[in-house]
């Protein structure tokens, strides 16, 4: 087990009994919990980040609007300068700001409602004000496993090969024990992860859940692909794991000279430009390469001060389910149930 914050080992067994005393308190009930009128399908995590939920979410979006389901995401928006519950109704200069960098990727990506903020009961009441009613719909509830709030019809929890060696937090990222994974109807892994996760994550699993495999896959925008940025690009990034990005691109045959990482959720001024373009003058780069995520965070005049340099390649990271009909009945088999 490690620790990234060794000097916060010791407050690790009062978080532990926190989490322990609101387990017991949602037992008893003591802590309310509200219901949608539409199910809803949750996606999250173990930890506090890193996981890949966007692309799942952005994923099953899609995915369920091919199988004739209304569907609409809800959201906290972290980072977001926003405070009122809304939906993303821009994507412009300025969005990412007021609504948060995932929320804006996701209605970019999948062309459906997203509603940001920090209660998701209230979000999900004004979304289903645009529901048809002649239309099977549910909501998705991004990052929703440690949001038990809201009452959930499925579960979708994702958990990586760092995830079983991370402490809890503080000391780690990780936001509950192994323990919680029993709440899941399906467990997400990473499909090259899948011999080093399976056999330790099975038996914590509940009986009747699912284990599901998913496949990333990294794009280069055409027509250069891989060296749309050059030889030499800067990469740069705002993710919580940006060495996983950064072995995803050497690995893909981008020959970057160097990775600039800033927190998760960032928000890109003018004076990180300029020390991302110097940094690049300083190393003779070709140019810039960083993720969508981030990319949605870029104002006009910040990607024309980059170009100063050289192009802007922006990828995506697409995630695919290997058994993605296996993934629909799933869900629609619990929901079927539910309401027979």
């Given at each position: 087990m490690s620790a990234r914050r060794p000097w916060a080992w010791p407050l690790v067994p009062a978080y532990a009994a926190t989490l322990a005393v609101k387990d017991w308190l949602r037992q008893a009930g003591a802590l309310r919990v509200n219901r949608l009128q539409r199910p809803v399908v949750s996606v999250g995590s173990i930890s506090a980040g890193g996981a890949g939920?966007?692309?799942?979410?952005?994923?099953?979006?899609?995915?369920?609007?091919?199988?004739?389901?209304?569907?609409d995401v809800l959201?906290?928006?972290?980072?977001?300068?926003?405070?009122?519950?809304?939906?993303?109704?821009?994507?412009?200069?300025?969005?990412?700001?007021?609504?948060?960098?995932?929320?804006?990727?996701?209605?970019?990506?999948?062309?459906?409602?997203?509603w940001v903020g920090t209660d998701r009961f209230a979000a999900g009441e004004m979304a289903e004000v645009g529901f048809s009613a002649q239309r099977r719909?549910?909501?998705?509830?991004?990052?929703?496993?440690?949001?038990?709030?809201?009452?959930?019809?499925?579960?979708?929890v994702l958990i990586t090969e760092q995830d079983l060696e991370d402490a809890l937090l503080p000391a780690g990222n990780r936001r509950e024990g192994f323990e919680a994974l029993k709440r899941a109807d399906?467990?997400?892994?990473?499909?090259?992860?899948?011999?080093?996760?399976?056999?330790?994550?099975?038996?914590?699993?509940?009986?009747?859940?699912?284990?599901?495999?998913?496949?990333?896959?990294?794009?280069?925008?055409?027509?250069?692909?891989?060296?749309?940025a050059g030889l030499r690009p800067v990469a740069f990034c705002s993710v919580a794991r940006p060495e996983g990005f950064q072995a995803m691109l050497m690995g893909a045959g981008c020959g970057v000279v160097e990775t600039v990482a800033f927190d998760d959720h960032h928000v890109y001024s003018m004076r990180d430009i300029e020390k991302i373009v110097a940094i690049a003058k300083s190393l003779k780069a070709t140019g810039f390469v960083t993720t969508e995520k981030d990319a949605v965070k870029l104002t006009v005049s910040m990607r024309e001060w980059l170009e100063t340099v050289g192009p802007l390649m922006v990828v995506t990271l697409e995630a695919e389910f290997a058994d993605g009909e296996a993934v629909i009945r799933a869900i629609e088999a619990k929901l079927e149930a539910q309401t027979a």
């Open positions: 939920k966007t692309p799942v979410v952005i994923a099953l979006a899609k995915m369920l609007r091919e199988h004739a389901w209304d569907v959201t906290r928006g972290y980072g977001r300068m926003g405070h009122k519950e809304e939906w993303v109704a821009s994507q412009g200069d300025g969005a990412a700001q007021r609504f948060g960098d995932e929320p804006v990727l996701i209605a970019r990506e999948t062309g459906v409602m997203v719909g549910l909501h998705l509830l991004d990052d929703g496993f440690q949001h038990r709030q809201l009452a959930r019809d499925f579960d979708v399906a467990v997400v892994v990473r499909e090259e992860e899948l011999e080093a996760v399976r056999e330790r994550v099975w038996p914590l699993m509940r009986e009747g859940a699912q284990m599901w495999l998913v496949r990333r896959r990294m794009h280069f925008p055409a027509p250069l692909f891989v060296f749309g």
